[in-house]
């Protein structure tokens, strides 16, 4: 069984609820425990900030995917017209964080963007 | 002498010679090299309503814990088993103050049910219960505990005047068998009165407001009668009622 999730919202500290909720809800139908959903729910937020950086607009592109009990979170952000894609990196403490919470991360490409992934397993006793 | 260096990176023989030896001034150092670590954490959760200052310290502790408790054969940084041993400790620190909500009544209600309800789960089923299970306990939809979880999460700033509260006084909330939640949801403001009363009574007020346990069930535990507990219970609360002033 598995899922696939998309998700795009403007980049506004209000709207990463959209993030959370979708994390938790994909969570859940992978069956984790809630101590794992919660961690999900902050890693998430955690990904989403570390991705958006300095861009103070544009649109974080989220893709959710479940496999099993698999949840792997992408994320990207598309800057507005006028911005500078930002740079795919990611701060020494968002990476403790992630590393702390998830069973595995890292950065790929999605189309043109940069894009940065979590995932985590049900029950593997991460964070 | 050592270099003082910005960001020192512990190398791994101290780590192990910190097991063999508990050394205290080398486990002061430790400490002292990744308090750094603790801070940015603790500034990290500063936005979600808790004072810089608790969070820092909580952080601190956590770190401290983690120093003592990090095993260097195991296959993972210090930084990442300190990471989170302090976001756990920073979570446990929200939940216990309660994640100031700001929410409907009725998910801050559910959110309280949820505590006792996934604690008593997990107890019988000897494993953190999936929200599924939640769900299916509490009598409500899965939707419902995520959004009772969202909102217990304290991800929006505090506010101290919780809504919904009604014109009840804390004392009439006390008073009723409803007492559970408005317990836990004045706990920042009970918890001065709570630290005066007696340590059994402490802990009876406890079993029965936070942890939802009957009269009986209390009596069972810490071994006294059913009928003791009530007039413990019943002297506790009033004794909190008066740290509240005689409210109408």
């Known amino acids: ?127 | 002498m050592v270099e003082v260096q910005r960001r020192p990176v512990t190398p791994p023989e101290d780590w192990v010679e910190f097991v063999r030896t508990r050394d205290p001034a080398l486990r002061d150092r430790l400490i002292s090299e990744h308090l750094g670590l603790a801070r940015r954490l603790a500034h990290r959760f500063a936005h979600r309503g808790q004072p810089y200052d608790d969070l820092a310290q909580v952080a601190s502790i956590a770190l401290i814990k983690a120093v003592d408790r990090f095993d260097p054969a195991r296959n993972v940084a210090f930084s990442t088993f300190a990471t989170g041993t302090i976001i756990g400790e920073l979570k446990r620190h929200f939940r216990d103050r309660g994640w100031s909500v700001r929410a409907p009544r009725r998910i801050q209600e559910l959110y309280l049910e949820l505590g006792t309800a996934s604690e008593a789960l997990g107890h019988r089923l000897g494993r953190s219960p999936t929200v599924a299970e939640l769900a299916k306990e509490v009598g409500c939809s899965e939707e419902d505990i995520l959004e009772a979880t969202e909102a217990g999460q304290g991800y929006r700033s505090a506010s101290l005047d919780a809504p919904g509260a009604g014109n009840l006084t804390l004392a009439d909330r006390l008073s009723s068998d409803d007492a559970g939640p408005a317990l836990v949801e004045d706990r920042s403001v009970l918890k001065p009165a709570l630290a005066a009363l007696p340590e059994r009574s402490r802990l009876i007020v406890k079993l029965r407001f936070e942890d939802g346990l009957t009269q009986s069930e209390i009596a069972t535990r810490i071994g006294i009668s059913q009928m003791h507990v009530s007039r413990l219970l019943a002297a506790s609360l009033t004794q909190l009622r008066g740290a509240f002033g005689p409210e109408e």
């Open chain 1, 1 to 127: 069984m598995s899922d696939v999730v998309d998700l795009a919202i403007p980049v506004e500290a209000d709207l990463l609820v959209l993030a959370r909720l979708t994390a938790a809800t994909v969570a859940a139908r992978a069956e984790f425990a809630l101590e794992e959903l919660e961690d999900l729910r902050l890693v998430t937020e955690e990904l989403c900030l570390s991705v958006i950086g300095d861009a103070a607009s544009g649109v974080v592109h989220l893709r959710f995917i479940r496999d099993g009990g698999e949840v792997t979170i992408e994320c990207s952000v598309e800057p507005d017209e006028f911005g500078e894609p930002p740079a795919p990196e990611v701060d020494e403490l968002s990476t403790r964080i992630i590393e702390a919470l998830v069973d595995e991360h890292g950065t790929a490409t999605r189309g043109s963007r940069p894009c940065s992934w979590i995932r985590k397993r049900r029950g593997t006793g991460a964070g």
